[in-house]
């Protein structure tokens, strides 16, 4: 599976942006996708997941409320809606393909996007 992120910027605190990931090369069906971030000097966390095939959604505390996952099919695109951005938001955040039915560690992913940044600040 191949994975291309995209959607990234500048932005200000309160603003909104959405992220995009293509996904291509294996059968979707089979997959969860997932949104991480990594700021500097920290560790990759989870952001967002959702099962492709139903549509689940599962979200990182932080973001609940203000981030919303969705999956379009005929695109084989995943999204990250993001709103009300905080500084704290600024990382960069990738997308990840799991096959192993679980989604909370990086661990679990056995594809990855190459990364997009994300930048909140005023």
């Known amino acids: 599976v191949q994975l291309q992120a995209s959607g990234g910027g500048l932005v200000q605190p309160g603003d909104s942006l959405r992220v995009s990931c293509v996904a291509s090369g294996g059968t979707l069906s089979r997959y969860i996708m997932g949104w991480f971030r990594q700021a500097p000097g920290l560790e990759r966390q989870f952001v967002a997941a959702i099962t492709w095939s139903s549509g689940n959604t599962y979200y990182a505390h932080s973001v609940k409320g203000r981030f919303t996952i969705s999956r379009d099919n005929a695109k084989n695109t995943v999204y990250l809606q993001m709103n009300s951005l905080k500084p704290e938001d600024t990382a960069v955040y990738y997308c990840?393909?799991?096959?192993?039915?679980?989604?909370?560690?990086?661990?679990?992913?056995?594809?990855w996007g190459q990364g997009t940044l994300v930048t909140v600040s005023s």
């Open positions: 990840a393909a799991s096959s192993s039915g679980r989604f909370l560690a990086a661990s679990d992913y056995a594809y």
